[in-house]
DNA sequence: CGATTCCTTGAGCAACCTCAAAAGCGGTGG
DNA sequence: CCACCGCTTTTGAGGTTGCTCAAGGAATCG
C-alpha cells in the first residue's frame, strides 16, 4: 500500500493523459513497504533505496535504483513486493509498465539486464577504500539539474542522501562517510550549491575531477 | 561463443531427450566471455560468478549466480553476454528457457525476481565482520551432497573456491579469507572430508552452528 | 620428480570503527 | 522573534580489524 499520507500535494501532479500520472516523494520518505500489495513503478529521477527484510528481523540495504529504473516489478508475480523502498532524494516515479505499452516479453528482459548491470555498480559500491567509494556512489547519484533556467549547468548535481543512507550503501560507518563527503568538498570535488527558492544544505555542485588528485590530498 | 575447448570429455554428458542436453565445468574453468554470443543458461549444481568489464579495463566480480539460478538471460535481447561466467566449483548448466516450456512472460518475472533476491544477498556477504562474511559465503554454497550413497549425510557439503574467488566475492583479501576459513575449521563448522576416488582436498562438510561460539572463539 | 601455482601463517601498519561530545539545522511554542 | 528541543552532522581520540609484505608449505601438472 503506498504511503501518500503527508504528500498529498506533491502528488498533485497534472496527469499527462489518462492512466500516465506520477508520484513525487520527498527525502526519506518510505514508498512501499515489503509485504504490501501494489504494482511496479520506473524511477523517473531521484534515487530510491530498497531493503529486504533480512533473516535475523533487521532490515537491511538490498538493492539501488536511479533513473529510469524499474522498482516492484516482483509485484507483477507475486502480487506483493519483496523488499521496501524509500527516496533517497526527492524523487519522481511512474507506474510500470505504462499502459500504452504492450509488448510484455521484450520490456521485461531490457528490465532485467538493466537490474543486472546495476547491481554490479552497486556491488562495486562497496569495494576499494572509504574514499573511492563515496565518490562513485556520489557519482552514480548525480543527474542533470532539470528544469533550472538558471542553472542550466556544464555541471551535474546532486543532493545527498542521509549519512545513514549512504553509510548502508556503501557499508560504511555514517562517521567515515561524513569524513569522506568533507575530504570531497575540500578536494572541490563537491561545491556547495544552495537554490534560491526552498534551501537545501545537501545540494552540491560534482566535478569529474580525476580522483588521483583527490586520493592524493587525503594523505595531507 | 562458449570455451569448451579443455573439457570436451566433460561435456560428453549424454542427452536426456532431444535439445535438453547439459554442460558440466570444473572449478576456476570459464563458461563464457562478455561480449560473445550465446544463450542462456540455467545453474542445475555449483556455482558461478559473474564478471563485468569494469570502466578501468579491469575485470571486477558482478554476481553469484548458484543453483537454479538462470544465467546469461541479458542474451535474449542483446545476443551478447554483458557479463564473464566462470565455475566457482564444479558445475552443471542447462540451456534456459527449456525447449518445451513456452510460457515466456511469467518465467522471465520468476527470474527477476529470484535475481533482485539473489542479489540482496550477495550484497550482503559484503556488510559486517570478516569473519561472518566468510561464514555466510560458504552457507550460501553449501548444496545436499548428491549421488553420494555413502554420504548420505543429514549435513550440508561444499566445495570452496580458490581463495581469490572468495575473496573477490566477500571483498577482502586472500590472506584474510584463507585466515577466516582456518577459524571456521577450528570452530567445527567446517570438517574436512575427502572422497574416496576422487581426492579433493578443499571439500568440507558443513554444520550449521549458531555463530555465537563461532564468533567466541575468534578472540582467543 | 621438478616447476608452478595456490594456500597458509606471521609481523607490522594503515584504515576504518567505536565512543563521545559539540555544532548545525528544523520545528515548536511561548 | 527568540528560546528550546530533537535530530542529524561534524570532528576528535584511541582501539581493532583487516591489509600489506614476506616467506614457507602443500597441491597440481607436466
Known sequence: ?????????????????????????KRGQRIYAADASGGAWRVLSGAVRLDRNAPGGEESFANLAIKSDIIGAETLIFGRYSFTATALAACVIEPWPESHAPQASDSLLQTLAKAERRTAEVIALRCGQAAERVRRLVMMLAQEPEESPEWQAEELQVVLPSGQDMADITALRLETVSRMVSRLRQAGILAPLRQGDHPSPRMFAVRQTSSDAFRARAST
Do not use: E, T, Y
Not at 5 to 13: D, I, L, M, Q, V
Open 1 to 25: 500500500m503506498l504511503q501518500s499520507k503527508k504528500n498529498s500535494h506533491c502528488n498533485a501532479a497534472p496527469p499527462v493523459r489518462a492512466r500516465h500520472w506520477r508520484l513525487r516523494f
